[in-house]
């Protein structure tokens, strides 16, 4: 996806690094047909600069933050880690749903991204079949049946 679509609302943002995870995940998300608007960064600095508004996406407003956003840990430029911090300790975008989907299961990832703010950790299965049920659970869940979800007015 290119950033022609930055200046429309996105209600999911993914932020994935690999293509074949990344198209996996946009799939499934699609089959769902929630009329859901998504956009993939493939980094974590392009990520803040797309959520904060900065240069390329000059053209966005921290105000018009995705409703959800899919984020991977082992990420280029800025890890997982440093977007989630960045995320959730600023007060205009604290309030944004953040899965952590990543192919990390230790212990020490899952506990520093619950610590850092993170709405659900969930690591990504191998299989084809259940990877793409599990991310269409979260995209039920997140953007179709979870009340509140999003950012909260100020």
Known sequence: MTSTIA????????????????ELTLRALRALD???????????????????????????SVEDAPGLILLD????????HEVLRALKSDDRTQQIPVIVLSSSGERSDVERCYALGANSYVVKPVDFDAFTQTVQRIGTY?????EGAGPCPA
Do not use: C, M
Request: charged share 30%.
């Open 34 to 60: 929630l009329g859901t608007r998504l956009h993939r960064i493939k980094d974590g600095a392009e990520a803040l600069d797309f959520v904060f508004g900065r240069a390329p996406y000059t053209d966005r």
């Open 142 to 146: 997140w953007l179709d049946l979870s």
């Open 7 to 22: 200046t429309r609302p996105v209600d999911l943002l993914l932020v994935e690094d690999q293509p074949s995870d990344a």
């Open 73 to 80: 840990l082992k990420l280029p430029k800025v890890n997982g």
